[in-house]
C-alpha cells in the first residue's frame, strides 16, 4: 500500500507530470508517483488543486479528511459501487432481528476474544490485567447466552470497562489513564486510541465501499446520521491488535514521550513529529504479515480486514453460513 498522510497545516496538494505533490510555501513536503498511491488521509488545513481531486475519483482513491486532533469529518468518495443487490440484501438482513443477534454476537466475541489475547501476550501480568482476563472470560461464556442486543451490549461494556483499566496498568506512569474517553479525549493516552481507532475505522470504511456495501448500515452498533455503523461493526475484532497493541508499543519504547503533547487553552493538543510517528507505527502494522487463523495463509492485517469484509459479504449473500470472527490467538 502506499497512503499519502497530509498532516503540515497550509499544505496544498497537487498533481502534475505523473505525481502527486505535497507543499508548503514552496517547500516540497512529499513527491511521490501519482499512480501507487491507494488512499490520502489529510489532518486539519489542506488544499486539494481540482487537478488533484478529479484525479483522485477517477482513480477511486479514497481521501478521507480529518480535523487536525484525528476527529473524522468526511471524505472526498469515488463513485460508489455498482452492486445494488448486495446493499438490498444487507438491508433486508440488518432487519432481521435474529440475524442481527447472531452477527453482533460474533463481532462481540471476536473483540472479546483479542483482548484477551493481547492481555495474555503481555510479560507484566498486573492485578487489573489478571481481574480483566477474569471478566472477559465470564462475559464470553455469559455471551453466548445472551437473547438480545442490549444484554451483548451489556457484556461488552463490562469486558472493555476491565480492560482499559488493565492496558492502562500497563503503560508508562506517566501516560496511565483512569478509564476510556472519547470526544474530547480527557489525556494523552486517550488521544492516542481516539486518534487509532479513527484510522482503523477510516481504513475499514474504504474496504468497505470497495466490496459494496453501504457503511451506514449496521447490525450491531445502532444507526445513527453521519455514523457509519457497519464501519464500527467490523472494526471490532481489531482494536486491541492493531491501536492498542501500536499505542502500548509507542509508549514503552519512547517513541511517543510527554513532550510530544501540549496544553493549549485547556485542550491536550498531540504535536505533528509525534502524529508523524504514530502513523508510521500504524501503516507498519497494517503492513506486519500474519498466518490467518481460517484460511491458513500469509496475509497482512490490512488483507486480513479485506478478507473479513469479503467473508461478511459472502455470509450476507447466503454463500456461507456464520460469520467468523478474525481471531488473533
Not at 471476536?110 to 498486573?126: P, V
Amino acid at each position: 500500500m502506499s497512503i499519502l498522510y497530509v498532516t503540515d497545516q497550509g499544505a496544498t496538494i497537487t498533481k502534475t507530470d505523473g505525481r502527486v505533490v505535497v507543499r508548503r510555501e514552496n517547500k516540497i513536503l512529499e513527491d511521490l508517483p501519482a499512480i501507487d498511491i491507494e488512499r490520502v488521509v489529510i489532518f486539519g488545513n489542506a488544499h486539494l488543486t481540482t487537478p488533484s481531486m478529479k484525479f483522485f475519483l477517477d482513480r477511486g482513491i479514497d481521501v478521507c479528511l480529518l480535523s487536525s486532533r484525528g476527529r473524522y469529518k468526511g471524505r472526498l468518495q469515488p463513485e460508489f459501487c455498482k452492486d445494488a443487490e448486495l446493499r438490498r440484501m444487507q438491508y433486508k438482513q440488518s432487519c432481521n432481528q435474529q440475524t442481527s443477534l447472531l452477527v453482533s454476537k460474533s463481532i462481540v466475541y471476536g473483540k472479546l476474544r483479542n483482548m484477551e489475547s493481547f492481555l495474555k501476550r503481555q510479560k507484566r501480568q498486573t492485578l487489573q490485567v489478571k481481574q480483566a482476563l477474569q471478566t472477559i472470560k465470564r462475559c464470553l461464556i455469559n455471551l453466548n447466552r445472551s437473547a438480545n442486543l442490549d444484554s451483548v451490549r451489556g457484556y461488552e461494556g463490562s469486558a472493555a470497562s476491565m480492560y482499559y483499566k488493565a492496558l492502562s496498568s500497563l503503560l508508562k506512569k506517566e501516560f496511565q489513564f483512569t478509564k476510556r474517553t472519547h470526544y474530547p479525549p480527557a489525556d494523552k493516552t486517550n488521544i492516542l486510541l481516539s486518534l487509532g481507532y479513527t484510522l482503523l475505522y477510516n481504513t475499514i470504511y474504504g474496504i468497505i465501499n470497495v466490496v459494496g456495501f453501504d457503511p451506514y448500515q449496521g447490525f450491531y452498533h445502532q444507526t445513527r446520521h453521519g455514523h457509519a455503523a457497519l464501519a464500527s461493526d467490523l472494526m471490532e475484532e481489531f482494536r486491541a491488535i492493531i491501536v492498542d497493541s501500536i499505542v502500548l508499543l509507542a509508549i514503552n519504547r519512547g517513541e511517543i514521550v510527554p513532550g510530544n503533547f501540549s496544553n493549549q487553552q485547556g485542550k491536550i493538543m498531540f504535536d505533528n513529529e509525534g502524529l508523524k510517528k504514530f502513523l508510521n507505527r500504524y501503516e507498519s502494522r497494517l503492513s506486519s504479515i500474519i498466518r490467518h487463523p481460517v484460511q491458513k495463509i500469509q496475509l497482512s492485517y490490512y488483507q486480513c480486514m479485506e478478507a473479513q469484509v469479503r467473508h461478511f459479504a459472502r455470509v450476507i449473500y447466503g454463500n456461507e453460513k456464520t460469520y467468523i470472527p478474525f481471531v488473533n490467538v
